[in-house]
């Protein structure tokens, strides 16, 4: 392949996002490659511009409180001296209790008419079926929008292979309570009326999921952008979470690709710009260099608002 190497005479920034209005941007990749990084410096730029900002971390490593120097737990915590930002990092036991607080009492009433089990081995089976763990996050993430309560929502998601889980759960995820009434309804000879309840339930699941879904899928409400470095590891997977979320209908259109050598001013350095040249080339050449926002590689780990602030003026090459 004859990838085109030139770097573009004005580096891309993601700038261009922000007249888009979209309500979530989501930042997914491989473990490490700056996720976390790219998602509060992105928080912090919407903040800074005035929209009221909530990240949100469901990567199961706890990271914003470092990040961001204060203790950030499953509830909404406002960022200490940046007004309009606010952050919450949400694992999947959290999740999966609220989900139960949400629908526990709607599930247990609909399914109680149809099999005779205790309350919590109820919920406790419903809350098994694949995928119900993603509906629930996408549900959280979507809840944060609506209702105005806040103008952007940064979702720092867990590695690829979850988010991946994520977006092909309606289907799987619906096929199985779609097969759940016929399992009840063998199990137990039921009168006409339970059944209509027990459907009924399953019928507004699936408009809720299908809303979901379509929510996601919509690049007027969302932006997926890809955290990679460049290098054969993180270029290859990078491919594939692309290639797949075009299978669910989700296209991406940016990558930021982060410890990019910028400043090879020793033979070790030279060597690793060169290692890297390629892998931009298939970026540029996959994305177009537009799309393509490269970050260097820092001297210093990025911590605190100061250090926050430069990786946004990259990114967004705000002044
Ligand atoms: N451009 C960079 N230069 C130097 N260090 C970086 C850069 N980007 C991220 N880091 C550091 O690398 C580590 C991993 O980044 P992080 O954003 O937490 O990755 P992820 O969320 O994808 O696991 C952090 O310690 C972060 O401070
Ligand atoms: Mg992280």
């Known amino acids: 392949m004859n990838a085109p190497t030139r770097h573009p005479a004005t580096p891309a920034s993601l700038s261009a996002l922000d007249a888009e209005n979209k309500r979530v941007i989501m930042f997914g990749g491989k473990g490490g490659v700056g996720k976390t990084t790219s998602s509060s410096a992105t928080a912090l730029h919407y903040a800074l511009a005035g929209k009221k900002t909530l990240i949100i971390s469901s990567d199961l490593t706890p ?3 470092d ?5 950030i737990g499953p509830s909404e915590t406002p960022v200490p001296g940046v007004d309009n930002l606010f952050a919450l990092e949400i694992g999947i036991d959290e999740v999966m209790r609220r989900w139960k607080e949400k629908f526990g009492p709607q599930i247990y ?3 109680s008419v149809v099999v005779d089990m205790p309350y919590d081995e109820i919920i406790d089976y419903v809350a098994m079926a694949p995928g119900i763990q993603e509906e ?3 549900d959280f993430i979507l809840e944060h929008i609506r209702g105005g309560r806040y103008d952007m929502v940064v979702w720092d998601t867990a590695p690829a292979g979850d988010t991946l889980r994520l977006l092909s759960l309606p289907g799987r995820f ?3 309570l779609r097969t759940a009434p016929r399992f009840y309804f063998k199990a137990q000879d039921i009168l006409g009326v339970s059944r209509t309840q027990f459907l009924d ?3 507004s699941w699936t408009t809720l999921s299908e809303e979901i879904a379509r929510f996601f899928v919509d690049p007027a409400n969302v932006e997926f952008i890809v955290v990679t470095i460049p290098e054969a590891l993180g270029v290859y ?3 594939r979470v692309i290639e797949d979320l075009k299978a669910h209908g989700l296209t991406v259109r940016r990558a930021v690709v982060n410890s990019v050598i910028t400043d090879p001013d020793s033979a070790f350095l030279r060597q690793r710009s060169a290692m890297q040249q390629p892998y931009l080339a298939m970026l540029f050449n996959d994305l177009g260099a537009d799309s393509v926002i490269l970050m260097p590689l820092l001297p210093y780990e990025v911590k605190g608002i100061a250090r926050l602030r430069e990786v946004e003026r990259i990114l967004f090459r705000t002044e």
């Open 67 to 71: 990040i961001f120097e204060t203790p």
């Open 237 to 239: 997977q990078s491919r």
């Open 63 to 65: 990271s914003l409180s």
């Open 201 to 203: 339930l399953i019928g």
């Open 174 to 176: 619906l096929k199985h």
């Open 109 to 111: 009433a609909a399914a």
């Open 136 to 138: 629930f996050m996408l």
